[in-house]
């Protein structure tokens, strides 16, 4: 049974950073593709980044690149949200999402597996 769970959300001051982790279990991590979500309150769900089987490419939303950094740590399973100068706009529940792809495909609708998300808010 494959699980993602998501740590790390809180509300931070904009202008803030967080640090988002995702554990994945029952499934072969080394050959997964991991990507980041977001769901604003009342909106569709959207792609924030991605990495791909060993990290080397990563792909990020016009809206929070050079802001966020996405790395992994396959022989901890765990893929990291690095999020830096917050903004109230990247308030959303944060999910973590799975799939054994090569790419990094840019719509939910790609992957296979979800965590439960983790609530972000940034205050102004």
């Known amino acids: 049974q494959v699980q993602l769970v998501e740590s790390g959300g809180g509300l931070v001051q904009a202008g803030g950073s967080l640090r988002l982790s995702c554990v994945a279990s029952?499934?072969?991590?080394?050959?997964?593709?991991m990507a980041w979500f977001r769901q604003p309150r009342g909106k569709e769900r959207e792609f924030v980044g991605g990495?791909?089987?060993?990290?080397?490419?990563?792909y990020y939303a016009d809206s929070v690149k050079g802001r966020i950094t996405i790395s992994r740590y396959n022989a901890g399973n765990t893929v990291y949200l690095h999020m830096n100068s917050l903004k109230p706009e990247d308030t959303a529940v944060y999910f973590c999402?799975?799939?054994?792809?090569?790419?990094?495909?840019?719509?939910?609708?790609?992957?296979?597996?979800w965590g439960q998300g983790t609530q972000v808010t940034v205050s102004s």
């Open positions: 999402a799975a799939v054994s792809s090569v790419g990094v495909p840019q719509s939910p609708e790609s992957y296979d597996y």
């Open positions: 029952g499934l072969t991590f080394s050959r997964t593709t």
């Open positions: 990495a791909n089987y060993f990290g080397t490419s990563t």
